[in-house]
């Protein structure tokens, strides 16, 4: 099911394993995402921690060693393209057809990424730099607000 | 017993917070929209739920009317309630949720064109025997402005045929600056509002703004809860309304209230709207002047002077119940005040002030009710209007209302932001107002000039 439009965004489970397989095929050391009131921190030095309500134990997959909460997040290296408006986010041009990019393919700068629909108006997201496509944020339909993160792209260079 | 179960809030500030309140009392569910200069306001604070359409420009959010809709759509809202300003008095929106299914709170698409559009209004009012303003129609080129100047007479107003707000009008003196004058106003017009067309009217002296408050609901019942009096005004923009008009001729008290209700009548309207006319101090006459199809920023001493929620009526008028007052019902109490507290510098010439505000503590009481969105810490953006609160207040007569907005307006405090109550302190303590001596440009001709704005 969709998530409903409106709630407070939160790390949820799909969220949780697209942004762990993007940190894995990235080549970053680190990565710490703030959602809500959720936090999610990865790292390749021997520490792993996922800071989540209600369920934190259950969504860390090795709790080796647990940061304080007050540690400074790291940022996310990379871009991360938002959602231009409240909207529906289409991953391909139309029902049906390929996406415009599945993660770990090449972009170029304006390449078309995904589009958000408003009421028959179809914004087209673009890459705002070369890259590679780290990570798909939203589900193919989903109902997403302005400036929710939509794709996750790792610049060249 | 509403008809409808969750709105969508398309509006910001005061009015937001006023409506959730009113959806609150009907047990109906909210969904606000906010731009993202609004994801903290107090609004979004009290919605059942908050969407964030766009970026703070009100053209990607709150005037974005596919937006607005989608929002409605994704959060399965059955009824929308666009507040005043934005898109409150725009067909394209009502229409927009006719086509999707919604519930819009306030007229359809064809009583909203109907109403909405100045010249149309003015022809239906003349139609019905309706006193309208010495005026013209629509006049859409140079030589049909001089040729309603030559009858009209000078000073006249030019006005947009298409909207409000002072936008698109231009006062004229002399003969030599009228074509000067008609493409300005034009372009001005069309900028605004999309829509070059103007019309003329006579030019009053001593005018004074009198509205009439009309409910109408589904099954054509139309009645009327009163006057207000909004002449005390700063190049066209209110700053005190009062409920009821004071001292309104007899003859012109009856004739305004039973012509807003045939006005309304006429154009199988269903909501809130309010009938405004402009009374000739000097003539002792008066003549209709427009029809916003919308809540008004000033429907609170409406409310406290007859007891009747307007909002939850239009919740209920929308969900398709009848009002919940009958027209013998309606009987009017004592006399009600607002004063509109904005975040404005009087002493430079009511420059904006935005800015954080630090410190927000205002009276309330039986007698004093202030509508406002503002809380410490809360920052007011340069994005949107200046408008910080209103305080309204009632007594057993006028005297008194205005002696408790005194006080309110003494004991309100506000730091971080500068703000017109001072202004309207002054404004509400002056022998002209007490005596009912004023007039639509009484502030900025006769007031400001000799206003020590130190309080010295």
Known sequence: MTPPLGTPAELDQPLVHALLAAFDRSDWLEMTVTIGNDRLHVSRRGLREVDEEPEAESAAPEAVHTEPTHATPVPLTGMVVESPSVGLFWRSPSPGAPPFVEPGAHVSADDTLAIVEVMKLMNHLVAPAAGTVRAILAENGARVEYGQPLIAIDPDG | ?456
């Open chain 2, 1 to 456: 017993m509403s008809g409808i179960s969750r709105v969508l809030v398309a509006n910001r500030g005061e009015i937001a917070v006023r409506i959730l309140r009113a959806c609150f009392d009907e047990g109906v569910e909210t969904v606000l929209v906010v731009s993202d200069a609004d994801r903290g306001s107090l609004a979004a604070q009290l919605a059942d739920r908050v969407v964030c359409i766009g970026p703070p420009s009100a053209s990607e959010s709150y005037l974005d009317i596919g937006r607005v809709i989608a929002a409605a759509h994704g959060t399965g809202c059955d009824a929308l309630h666009p507040g005043y300003g934005f898109l409150s008095e725009r067909p394209e929106l009502s229409e927009a949720c006719v086509e999707s299914g919604i519930t819009f709170v306030g007229p359809g698409p064809e009583a909203m064109r109907g109403s909405g559009d100045k010249a149309e209004a003015r022809s239906l009012a003349r139609s019905l025997g309706i006193a309208v303003g010495h005026g013209s129609d629509v006049v859409a080129s140079e030589a049909d402005v001089e040729a309603a100047a030559e009858k009209i007479g000078l000073p006249l107003l030019l006005k947009a045929a298409g909207g409000g707000g002072g936008r698109g009008m231009r006062r004229v003196e002399r003969p030599e600056d009228l074509r000067g004058a008609w493409a300005a106003a034009s372009a001005e017009a069309e900028q605004a509002f999309g829509d070059g067309r103007l019309f003329v009217e006579r030019f009053v002296r001593r005018a004074r703004h009198v509205e009439v408050q009309i409910l109408a609901d589904r099954a054509g019942t139309v009645i009327h809860l009163g006057h207000r009096d909004c002449t005390l005004q700063r190049r066209y923009q209110k700053l005190i309304e009062e409920a009821p008009a004071p001292d309104l001729p007899g003859a012109v008290e009856k004739e305004i209230l039973d012509a807003a209700v045939r006005l309304i009548g006429a154009l199988g309207y269903e909501g809130a709207a309010t009938c405004e006319f402009l009374v000739d101090e000097e003539r002792g006459d008066y003549g209709f002047l427009e029809i916003n199809a919308r809540l008004q920023v000033e429907h609170p001493v409406s409310e406290l002077v007859t007891g009747i929620d307007i909002v939850r009526e239009q919740l209920r008028i929308a969900g398709g119940s009848p009002l919940s007052v009958r027209p013998e019902e309606v009987k009017m109490r004592g006399h009600a005040i607002e004063v509109r507290v904005n975040a404005e510098s009087p002493e430079r010439d009511f420059l904006p002030t935005p800015g954080r505000i630090e410190t927000w503590a205002a009276p309330i009481g039986t007698d004093v009710r202030v509508d406002t969105a503002c809380f410490p810490g809360w920052t007011i953006t340069p994005f949107y209007d200046s408008l910080l609160a209103k305080i309204i207040t009632r007594g057993a007569d006028r005297e008194s209302a205005i002696a408790t907005a005194r006080d309110a307006l003494r004991r309100l405090r506000v730091e971080g932001v500068e703000t017109t109550a001072r202004f309207s302190l002054d404004v509400l303590g002056h022998p002209d107002v007490a005596a009912g001596r004023t007039h639509t440009r009484w502030i900025e001709d006769e007031f400001l000039p000799s206003w020590n704005g130190a309080g010295g």
